[in-house]
C-alpha cells in the first residue's frame, strides 16, 4: 500500500530525518517524541539499555545521553554502519529482533520506537518472548507506536501518512491489542499513554 517514497525514504536519512520531524509535531516535535517512551524510567549511567530495531540510530543518541550501556540492534547492515556514524558511543549489534543474539537476563531496559509496525503479528509474538528472555527479572520493555487514533480530527492526517509510507503491517498493527498481547507473554502492566489524539501509543510492561 505504500507509495515509492517509501524507500526513498529508506534511502535517504534526510527524507527520513524530515518525515519524522514532521510527524513528531503533534507531541511537541522530535526531542520530545523520541524521550516519550522512557518518561517515569529510572535510568542511570550504568543501565543495560537496548534499542531494540534501531535503524540509523534515530533514538539511540537520546538513550546514550542516559546511559553509557548502550546496545543497538538491526537486521540492516547499511543502518547499522549510518547508527555507528551518527551515535558512536553505543554498541551494534546485527540480528533479527525475533531471534537476537544476546544471553537471557542481559538488559535491565528494552526500548524499540515506531518499528513494531513493520511486523507481522505472528513476528510480534516471536519478538515479544525474545524481550522477555533478554531482560533481566523486574527489567522494562517500553516502545512508541501507532495506534487507532481516538480523536476524528487525527484521521486523515495518519491515513495519508500511512497510504504514502506503511504496508499491511501497519493497518494491521491498528486493529491490535499489543498490551493484551504483553500480558499474554507474562508481562506485568507499567502505564499506557495515548498521544496526538491516539494516533500514537506508548507502552511500557515489566518482566
Known sequence: MATFLRPLSYKYQWLYDSISRLAALPVGGEKKFRNLALENITINENTKILDLCCGKGQTTQFLVKHSHEVTG?????????????N??????????????????????????????????????????????RVLKPQGIFTFIDLHQPHNPIFL????????????????????????????????KPINKKLYAGGSLQVIQVQK
Open 156 to 187: 486523515p492526517g495518519l491515513t495519508i501518512f500511512m497510504w504514502l509510507f506503511e504496508t499491511g503491517t501497519a493497518w494491521q498493527l491498528l486493529k491490535t491489542d499489543l498490551s493484551q498481547m504483553l500480558l499474554n507473554k507474562g508481562f
Open 73 to 85: 540492534l538491526d537486521i540492516s547492515p547499511l543502518a547499522l554502519s549510518q547508527a555507528k556514524k
Open 87 to 132: 551515535v558512536p558511543d553505543a554498541e551494534y549489534v546485527e540480528g533479527f529482533a525475533q531471534e537476537m543474539p544476546f544471553d537471557a537476563n542481559t538488559f535491565d531496559l528494552v526500548h524499540t520506537s515506531v518499528a513494531l509496525h513493520e511486523m507481522t503479528t505472528e513476528e510480534l509474538t516471536q519478538i515479544f518472548e525474545e524481550v522477555y
